[in-house]
T-cell receptor, first 112, second 112 residues
Framework: DQQVKQNSPSLSVQEGRISILNCDYTNSMFDYFLWYKKYPAEGPTFLISISSIKDKNEDGRFTVFLNKSAKHLSLHIVPSQPGDSAVYFCAAALQGAQKLVFGQGTRLTINP | ETGVTQSPTHLIKTRGQQVTLRCSSQSGHNTVSWYQQALGQGPQFIFQYYREEENGRGNFPPRFSGLQFPNYSSELNVNALELDDSALYLC???????????FGPGTRLTVL
């Protein structure tokens, strides 16, 4: 039972353009969402999060959008840079609960 | 501020053996979680420790066990290793007042 899904295994974007990574969830009780970036041979690095009381959160080049009615969130990266090439994971949680539930990840490649 | 550290980096064991993985939490973080990441998948929650007690567990058998020490560092023990235990094991820490978890670099376990 995959409660968090990232349906695109990979995404290729030209440098300077916008990268949009998508994530869907099934459990309507989730109320906190996070995005992590992972380079090979490293652990996931926290990027940005959003609480269910908001529909948008922005941090520099990164913006996360949450659509609760569609149970969908997305991460926008503008402008995309070569160093953004990595695997991106979305994760969901119940606030105060112990665990994060992760999607399968999307490999983002930024082309020069 | 010191981030989450894990040891060893890599480990090779044979079926039936036992293994202990170690984690030092980020400075100021009192809660530690362990995750298993199989190849091509997102991390899966194993368990969480707070104040030296396990206070949440995912869908993993009892041969996966852990400890947390007074300095908030933690161990993951796996008994009777199976081939499917081959994975990247990630430790994450957080403070009690936030749901954002910060990950270490992981230990790559190979079971032959």
């Amino acid at each position: 039972d995959q409660q968090v899904k990232q349906n695109s295994p990979s995404l290729s974007v030209q440098e300077g353009r916008i990268s949009i990574l998508n994530c869907d969830y099934t459990n309507s009780m989730f109320d906190y969402f996070l995005w992590y970036k992972k380079y090979p041979a490293e652990g996931p690095t926290f990027l940005i999060s959003i609480s269910s009381i908001k529909d948008k959160n922005e941090d520099g080049r990164f913006t996360v959008f949450l659509n609760k009615s569609a149970k969908h969130l997305s991460l926008h990266i503008v402008p995309s840079q070569p160093g953004d090439s990595a695997v991106y994971f979305c994760a969901a949680a119940l606030q105060g609960a112990q665990k994060l539930v992760f999607g399968q990840g999307t490999r983002l490649t930024i082309n020069p | 501020e010191t981030g989450v550290t894990q040891s060893p980096t890599h480990l090779i064991k044979t079926r039936g053996q036992q293994v202990t993985l170690r984690c030092s939490s980020q400075s100021g973080h009192n809660t530690v979680s362990w995750y298993q990441q199989a190849l091509g998948q997102g991390p899966q929650f194993i368990f969480q420790y707070y104040r030296e007690e396990e206070n949440g567990r995912g869908n993993f058998p009892p041969r996966f066990s852990g400890l947390q020490f007074p300095n908030y560092s933690s161990e993951l023990n796996v008994n009777a290793l199976e081939l499917d235990d081959s994975a990247l094991y990630l430790c994450a820490s957080r403070t009690g007042g936030t749901d954002t978890q910060y990950f270490g670099p992981g230990t790559r376990l190979t079971v032959l």
